[in-house]
C-alpha cells in the first residue's frame, strides 16, 4: 500500500478552491504528487505529466513482458492444424 505524506494529501474541496496552485506545485516540482480526499477517503492522486508518462512507460513494457511469456509459454505447447481441429469437431471445411 502506498503511504502519503500530510502535505501530498489534499481535500476535494481545497483543491476545487486552489486548483491553480496545486497545479503550479507540481509543474514545479515542489510536490511529487496530490491525494485527493472526499469524506477523509482517498479518491484520486494527481501526477506530473512526466511522472505519468513515466508510469504508463513502465506499465506497457510490463505488458509487452507478459505477452512474450505467454508467447514463449505457447511455443512449447502442442498445436494442430485448423484441419485437425474441425476434423476433430466433425466440421467440413469444404462445406463452409
Do not use: C, P, W
Given at each position: 500500500?502506498?503511504?502519503?505524506?500530510?502535505?501530498e494529501?489534499?481535500?476535494?474541496?481545497?483543491m476545487?478552491?486552489?486548483?491553480?496552485?496545486?497545479?503550479?506545485n507540481?509543474?514545479?516540482?515542489?510536490?511529487?504528487?496530490?491525494?485527493?480526499?472526499r469524506?477523509?477517503?482517498?479518491?484520486?492522486?494527481?501526477?506530473p505529466?512526466?511522472?505519468?508518462?513515466?508510469?504508463?512507460?513502465?506499465?506497457?513494457?510490463?505488458?509487452?513482458?507478459?505477452?512474450?511469456r505467454?508467447?514463449?509459454?505457447?511455443?512449447?505447447?502442442?498445436?494442430?492444424?485448423?484441419?485437425e481441429?474441425?476434423?476433430?469437431?466433425?466440421?467440413?471445411?469444404d462445406?463452409?
Open positions: 500500500m502506498v503511504t502519503y505524506s500530510r502535505d494529501i489534499i481535500s476535494a474541496s481545497d476545487a478552491r486552489g486548483f491553480s496552485a496545486a497545479l503550479r507540481l509543474a514545479e516540482h515542489s510536490k511529487e504528487r496530490l491525494a485527493i480526499s469524506n477523509n477517503k482517498l479518491e484520486a492522486v494527481v501526477l505529466i512526466e511522472t505519468y508518462e513515466r508510469l504508463q512507460e513502465a506499465y506497457d513494457l510490463l505488458e509487452h513482458l507478459e505477452i512474450a505467454l508467447i514463449d509459454e505457447r511455443k512449447e505447447s502442442k498445436t494442430i492444424s485448423l484441419e481441429a474441425a476434423r476433430g469437431h466433425g466440421i467440413d471445411l462445406a463452409l
